[in-house]
């Protein structure tokens, strides 16, 4: 998994690797490899493209300086807006270099008016120490109304490159179409505002050694996470081979939320699935019979895996049946009602922590709000920190889910989903997900690869929905389930291990 670097983590890198090298080596080769990232988004022969640089006060300006005097050298059309800053010798030379090359200096209001081929965007990286307002602000609207690509350098200007937010309040950020991101890879470009505001996200690691980086804490989700859990089946196998998943949840009005739940873990391969009602028990789901129905009222958890709480209610009842399955010893999910029957009632979340076998708790962001006691807004505001404080309060796996899906374990490893998309945001997708984290926990998969499989299985999914015309308008929760099986089934394919 591509590993994830804090601000505060690529500052040391900087530092020491820039001890061994000479002075503004870093800088120079981050500007060249912007050069190179520009040169690849220009639509035709370099020198008919206009290309448009804003360097900040900042080393970042001092890159983006060093990228004008490459494209300019090239042959492009090079206009700089420049801001005078900083007086890092190695900025000082950058500004020299582009002052001698072909590149002309232009005022802001030169922009209006000109067919720009390309943004080039060093105004701010991680140096941004406050939001962005004033005729800073008036510049960052009038690129954002521009239709050309953007190309950022290190972080798009004014999102915090740790949490993903718009720097605020009253902040505001580039939308980048590119991301040329320096040294290593960052969290911030992949959760929250991210997402819209870094778009294709590239690495440059400016050719530092591999010795200088410390052990990352944080990764970005990628097979490699999980691929290994995957077992491809043997012919000597039967139904139970492949493990029970129990979903608990369906109070009266609220059987929609259990079905969809036990559908995604059938077709996601647990052997057997029941659906246990806390209301009154269905006969049956005539659009998929083989899901068996019960009353949760005298169900044995213990048997299988239980996903507890889609559309459960907040009953008395309910909680005692949530009680029931935290007690099984058996792997556990509690998604939706049942984190809000947790969040408010302090029992079971004692007993949640006491639990040995694997729990995952599956949290949007109001959810996740509930169980700190605290707002939507200060859960987003930090979700990577959000995601860690709960797994280590709960002593579960926890899936802060949202944009830039934030997976947490107890001991404070942190991974960032980057499959998915907003056809995700539809009612109904949060229990396909929690029934697909079942199925795999009920064929053996360990909590924390079933967490990252499950996150990356069910965005796959929506991507290939979406790449084929099925969203990100009008998907429905259900299309997703078949959508899992084949991306599941490729998984196992190609990565099966034997069992
Ligand atoms: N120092 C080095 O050797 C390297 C630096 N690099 C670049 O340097 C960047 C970091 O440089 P800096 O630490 O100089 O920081 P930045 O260039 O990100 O910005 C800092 C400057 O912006 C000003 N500033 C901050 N917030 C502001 C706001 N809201 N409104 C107006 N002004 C504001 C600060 O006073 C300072 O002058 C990285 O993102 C990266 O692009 C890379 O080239 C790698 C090597
Ligand atoms: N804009 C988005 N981009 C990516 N994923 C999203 C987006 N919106 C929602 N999702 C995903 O869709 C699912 C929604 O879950 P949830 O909010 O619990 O819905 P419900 O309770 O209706 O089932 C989560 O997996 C979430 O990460
Ligand atoms: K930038």
């Known amino acids: ?86 007086s890092a010798p190695e900025r000082a030379r950058a500004v020299e270099r582009a002052h001698a090359s072909p590149a002309r200096f232009v005022a802001e209001d030169a922009i209006a008016g000109v067919e720009w081929h390309l943004v080039i965007d060093g105004l701010f990286g991680i140096g941004l120490t406050r ?21 950022a350098l290190d972080v798009p200007s004014g999102l915090d490159a740790d949490t993903g937010c718009i720097v605020g309040p009253a902040g505001c950020a580039v939308r980048a179409t590119h991301t040329l991101t320096f040294i290593g890879d960052k969290p911030g470009l992949h959760t929250c505002d991210g997402r819209d505001h870094a778009g294709t996200v590239n690495v ?6 591999a010795a200088h980086y410390p052990a990352a804490t944080i990764h970005l989700n990628g097979v490699d996470g999980f691929a290994q859990a995957a077992v491809a089946r043997p012919q000597n196998s039967h139904k139970g081979s492949y493990g029970i998943v129990s979903v608990l949840g369906g109070a009266p009005g609220m059987t929609g939320a259990p079905i969809l739940a036990g559908r995604a873990a059938l077709h996601a391969g647990a052997g057997r699935v029941f659906l246990c ?66 969040a408010a009632r302090s029992g079971l979340a004692a007993r949640l922590r006491g639990r040995k076998a694997a729990t995952l708790l599956t949290p949007h962001p109001l959810e996740a709000a509930r169980l700190l006691a605290t707002s939507i807004g200060a859960i987003q505001r930090d979700r990577l920190d959000s995601a ?13 889910k949202g944009t830039g899906t934030v997976i947490a374990a107890p001991g404070g490893a942190i991974v960032i989903n980057p499959t998915g998309n907003p056809a995700l945001a539809t009612a109904g997708t949060g229990d396909v997900l929690a029934g697909l984290c079942g199925a795999l926990l009920a064929q053996g998969w360990p909590g924390w690869e079933a967490a990252l499989g499950a996150v990356w299985l069910h965005g796959m999914a929506a991507d290939v929905l979406v790449a084929d015309g099925i969203g990100p308008v009008g998907l429905t929760a259900g299309e997703l389930v078949p959508a899992i099986r084949t991306a599941l089934n490729r998984l196992v394919a190609r990565h099966g291990r034997r069992a």
């Open 1 to 86: 998994m591509q590993p994830l670097y804090t601000v505060t983590q690529i500052r040391q890198i900087e530092t020491e690797s820039a001890r061994r090298l000479s002075e503004g080596a870093l800088m120079q080769r981050a500007g060249q490899a912007s050069a190179n990232a520009a040169l690849d988004l220009l639509p035709f022969a370099t020198s008919r493209a206009s290309v448009l640089v804003l360097a900040g006060p900042g080393n970042n300006g001092g890159d983006a300086l060093e990228a004008a005097a490459h494209l300019a050298h090239a042959g492009a059309q090079v206009a700089v807006v420049y801001f005078e800053g900083g």
């Open 204 to 209: 440059a690691h400016l050719d530092i050694d």
């Open 277 to 342: 009602f806390a209301g009154p028990a269905l006969q049956c789901d005539p659009g998929q019979p083989e899901l068996m129905c019960r009353a949760a009222h005298g169900f044995d958890f213990a048997t299988g895996v239980t996903v507890a709480g889609p559309g459960l209610g907040g009953s008395d009842e309910a909680a005692h049946l949530l009680e029931q399955a935290i007690a099984s010893p058996q792997p556990l999910v509690v998604d939706a009602d049942g984190l809000n029957l947790v």
């Open 388 to 400: 860690r404080r709960l797994a280590a309060a709960l002593h579960a796996i926890v899936v802060l």
């Open 131 to 151: 939001p962005i307002t004033g005729p800073f602000a008036a510049l960052v609207a009038a690129l954002n109304a521009l239709t050309c690509p953007i190309l």
